[in-house]
């Protein structure tokens, strides 16, 4: 069955340091994934996308399909990044979300 | 309004009340969905819509009813609701039908049922 798992609910760092939030993924074809965002007091929207190839407010996703992962990174986190992440796999007309991962990043 | 918009935004009613959420797109998109998120699970797809017809039916409770009069407009008619559908109910819209599509999100309805 199509599954996308985030291990961990919260994923707390200070200010400058590395940010790996983990996604993998249950997929029987040729996965689509995504990440999408949610900020405090706002709606959730697209991160960015797996296809794009492309970095997006310093946050890079590369798809490992051996591993069946799609972890999304950033080298030096920001306090403006604390938010919900969710990663999200597309099934033919509809998109398969996680459960989430809370990132909370200290001063 | 620009983008996904739905009303009201927050709404508690008794399990015996017949209750209308709203969600009112103005990208010019032609596919619109429902879905629900309760604590501590996934977001759940209860419905997709494209040029106004129902393509997926995400096995949700006959109490829970749909409506898509046109592309831009989609209500999801609530009755006899029980407590565990208290839920954070989000509609979004995207260009086509299709998970490859981005997806944009309202802000969502908090019902709550007694």
């Known amino acids: 069955a199509q599954r996308v798992t985030q291990p961990e609910k919260l994923l707390s760092v200070f200010k400058g340091a590395p940010v790996e939030l983990k996604c993998n993924y249950s997929y029987s074809g040729s996965p689509e994934l995504f990440w999408y965002v949610q900020y405090s007091r706002q709606r959730l929207q697209l991160l960015l996308r797996h296809i794009s190839r492309e970095s997006i407010k310093g946050f890079t996703a590369d798809l490992n399909k051996g591993e069946t992962s799609f972890h999304l990174k950033k080298p030096f986190a920001q306090e403006e990044d604390s938010a919900m992440y969710y990663c999200a796999l597309s099934d033919t007309d509809k998109l398969i979300f996680g459960t989430g991962t809370r990132l909370q990043v200290f001063p | 309004e620009t983008g996904v918009t739905q009303t009201p935004r927050h709404l508690v009613m008794g399990m015996t009340n017949k209750k209308s959420l709203k969600c009112e797109q103005h990208l010019g998109h032609n596919a619109m969905y429902w879905y629900k998120q309760s604590a501590k699970k996934p977001l759940e797809l209860m419905f997709v819509?494209?040029?106004?017809?129902?393509?997926e039916n995400n096995s949700v409770p006959s109490r829970f009813s749909p409506e898509c009069p046109n592309s831009s407009h989609l209500f999801l008619h609530l009755h006899t609701l029980q407590p565990e559908d208290s839920a954070l109910y989000l509609c979004?819209?995207?260009?086509?039908?299709?998970?490859?599509?981005?997806?944009?999100f309202g802000p969502g309805t908090r019902l709550t049922v007694l």
């Open positions: 979004a819209s995207s260009q086509d039908r299709g998970g490859a599509d981005t997806q944009y």
């Open positions: 819509y494209n040029f106004k017809e129902q393509t």
